[in-house]
């Protein structure tokens, strides 16, 4: 199972269809094109085939393609260039192992979305092996290309006047709205699970585990009986991973396992497992699971919403606080000793708009008036557990322009996304004058966003 910060890995979409541009397109085009540089940066060059391949990639994922697309696309091609041969320069490398994870996290995400690695081959027209030795190359190019852009500007910071300055210099008529916020705070508890509930589960799995013994498929059962249907869905394959992307429990099971080996049950934050090794390169790995999770009794959930209700009338009767009660009896370890205080995962702050709320703690939430709890409500937890619950609404703010009083922290953050963008342009203009730049006499009349970008005859 996916850990927490693995499962909200978030990829550039741009970088994944240059990854895989040239690719898709070959599959669907038996045409041949006579390749050709049609710019040169330092060390670095962009093809012909660069530039038709992705476009022909845009137009086919029905991005609305301009009569400048190819001009753009060149422009960023030379500009992920630059930063491979500034790269260079300055010794900034990438490893081996972190192409190969990237390259196999890319596969895997691929070979899901198209149903298996065998329709994967087909589409394109190549084996898995092939694949991995004809990419690996530009993924490697990409990663050096962010690694570069990650050192660039990392220094760069803001003082509490330039955020002031950055303030002054929005026109009052173009200061952002800022929404409906909320901060709030939560008790959060799970139902126990009965431990004959528990012994029904393992045995459940344990079955399972003796019919792949005697000759049944362990793809087939997940498929049938896999409560993570994500991966029910492939036969209850997860695709190569290392160990840091599984939680730890699954993770030393899973790695100590032989191929076709399966393993005893095992306990994660997500539910109760079997194993099956399919194949281990190096510190990767791919395996199948089979996931199931124990059910909550009425009883048992009818107890926990009991006393909630009891911990709110002291939280009500001001014989506790609401920070106290959470020290006291909440389960949530994230939110327990901070009082509460729930933490917006998208922004990293504590506040929260209408829509990045779970809807049911939204609906708990509508008619309190701020320092109010909520009555006691049933959810889900990250990991898809039942959770009960009451919520304290701390603070909500009504929309308004931006100020600095109230929203500080977002135009700080603003002020550092402006100043990085300007260092940004500054470093690439300069860079550009100091590279061997040579563009092709087809593009002489783009119409470049960074002006430094130069057409030598």
């Known amino acids: 199972m996916l850990n927490r910060q693995a499962y909200m890995k978030k990829h550039i979409v741009a970088l994944i269809i240059a990854a895989t541009s040239a690719i898709s397109t070959s599959a669907q085009n038996d045409s041949i094109i006579l390749d050709k540089i049609m710019a040169v940066i330092g060390r670095q060059a962009v093809m012909y085939s660069d530039i038709e391949n992705q476009f022909a990639q845009m137009k086919q994922q029905g991005y609305y393609v301009t009569n400048d697309a190819r001009c753009e696309i060149l422009e960023q091609a030379m500009y992920t260039k630059l930063l491979v041969h500034k790269a260079w320069v300055d010794t900034v490398e990438v490893s081996d192992a972190e192409v190969n994870n990237e390259l196999e996290y890319r596969i895997n995400y691929y070979a899901n979305q198209i149903g298996s690695i065998e329709k994967l081959e087909e ?4 084996s898995i092996s092939e694949i991995r030795e004809e990419y690996s190359e530009t993924i490697r190019e990409q990663k050096t290309a962010e690694r570069m852009q990650q050192t660039i500007g990392a220094d760069v910071s803001v003082t509490p006047q330039d955020v002031r300055n950055y303030y002054k210099s929005i026109p009052s008529d173009s200061l952002p709205i800022i929404n409906t916020e909320f901060e ?9 699970v009965q431990e004959s509930e528990v012994l029904r589960i393992k045995d459940r799995l344990r079955e399972f585990k003796n019919r792949v013994a005697n000759g049944e498929s362990f793809a087939t059962l997940a498929v049938l009986y896999s409560e993570d249907r994500g991966s ?3 036969g209850g394959e997860l695709g190569f ?5 599984l939680v730890a429990e699954f993770s030393a ?7 076709n080996e399966v393993s005893k049950v095992v306990k994660t934050e997500y539910g109760y497992h079997i194993i099956q ?5 190096g510190e990767r790995m791919n395996c199948r699971h089979i996931l199931m999770k124990p059910q909550i009794s009425y009883t048992e959930r009818q107890n926990t919403m009991n006393l909630l209700d009891s911990i709110k009338n002291l939280i009500d009767t001001k014989e506790v606080t609401f920070k106290e009660a959470c020290w006291k009896f909440s389960d949530d370890e994230d939110t327990r000793l901070n009082g509460g205080v729930m933490v917006n995962n998208a922004t990293g702050t504590s506040r929260f708009e209408a829509e ?27 990991q898809g557990r039942t959770v009960c619950k009451i919520v304290l609404l701390r603070n909500k703010t009504a929309p308004h322009k931006a100020s600095l009083g109230i929203d500080y922290q977002r135009l700080q953050d603003m002020a550092l996304a402006k100043k990085r963008e300007d260092y940004m342009k500054e470093w690439i203009e300069q860079t550009i004058n100091e590279t061997y730049i040579r563009i092709d006499p087809e593009y002489k009349n783009c119409n470049f966003s960074i002006k430094a970008w130069k057409y030598v005859e």
Request: proline share 7%; net charge negative.
């Open 232 to 234: 029910a869905m492939r």
């Open 241 to 245: 991973m290392s160990r840091g992307d």
């Open 184 to 192: 709030l705070e939560q008790l959060a508890i799970f139902p126990k």
């Open 277 to 281: 090794m399919i194949e281990k390169k």
């Open 253 to 259: 099971v899973a790695f100590s396992l032989e191929p």
């Open 123 to 126: 589409y394109y027209g190549k």
């Open 356 to 382: 990045q709320l779970d809807p049911k703690v939204a609906t708990a939430i509508r008619n309190l008036e701020v320092g109010q709890v909520s009555k006691p409500f049933e959810t889900e937890d990250e």
